[in-house]
């Protein structure tokens, strides 16, 4: 079953403007990542955040939890072309953290035109 | 070194063949995931290892199903008597430990096509 929801489905935007995603989930979560998907093959991890944490930065990449309303945002800023890629969030579905299974959204789909 | 390795990239067979997919994960991760990915659809989580037991095979879709690993190296993804519904990107990650915490490391997925 799906977890996360990820708000809007897809999404374009022009090189140099921001892109928001959004992430809803239905159970309680230890911690919350974000991965990338290029051609609709291999992920690849760009953040975690845990349940005690509200914000997190890396590079371009702005994430944002918000626990008590269960969503979180991935906020890429100054995109570029190769940014265009579909876009996860992954939450642990509060197992304690020792099962390591990750349940994933259906993504975002962004594009971004140069 | 090597990421996260999958075969066959691409597989078509029939409908009622059995198919083998194979993932090699990053060499010193003890933890294995196989997902399952339809057109335009999130992960659907199949099976995890940690080592070679599977503790949650809960994912598995059907009896048709099965998956071990060698090793706590190689996992193997069997499909009995595959159907058309059975038709998806198979993906599998690899994690130092089965823990929630950790970055998964995927695969570029083996793409099935069943006729």
């Known amino acids: 079953s799906q977890q996360g929801e990820e708000d809007p489905q897809a999404l374009s935007i022009q090189e140099g403007e921001n892109a928001t995603m959004n992430c809803s989930y239905k159970t309680s979560i230890n911690n919350l990542q974000w991965y990338r998907q290029n051609s609709g093959r291999g992920l690849v991890h760009l953040i975690l955040i845990r349940s005690n944490e509200r914000e997190k930065h890396s590079g371009r990449l702005r994430v944002t939890l918000d626990t008590s309303k269960k969503s979180s945002s991935l906020l890429i800023t100054a995109s570029r072309a190769a940014d265009t890629a579909s876009y996860f969030c992954?939450?642990?579905?509060?197992?304690?953290?020792?099962?390591?299974?990750?349940?994933f959204g259906k993504g975002t789909k962004l594009s971004v035109k140069p | 070194g090597a990421g996260v390795s999958q075969s066959p990239s691409n597989k078509v067979t029939e409908k009622g063949k059995d198919v083998e997919l194979r993932c090699d994960p990053i060499s010193g991760h003890t933890a294995l995931y196989w997902y399952r990915q339809s057109l335009g659809q999130g992960l659907e989580f199949l099976i995890y290892f940690q080592g070679n037991s599977a503790p949650d095979k809960s994912g598995l879709p059907s009896d048709r199903f099965s998956a071990e690993r060698t090793g706590g190296s190689v996992s193997t993804l069997t499909i009995q008597r595959t159907q058309q519904e059975d038709s998806a990107v198979y993906l599998c990650?690899?994690?130092?430990?089965?823990?929630?915490?950790?970055?998964?490391?995927f695969g570029p997925g083996t793409r099935l096509t069943v006729l």
């Open positions: 992954a939450t642990d579905g509060n197992y304690g953290g020792s099962q390591g299974n990750l349940i």
């Open positions: 990650a690899s994690s130092l430990v089965a823990v929630t915490y950790n970055e998964q490391f």
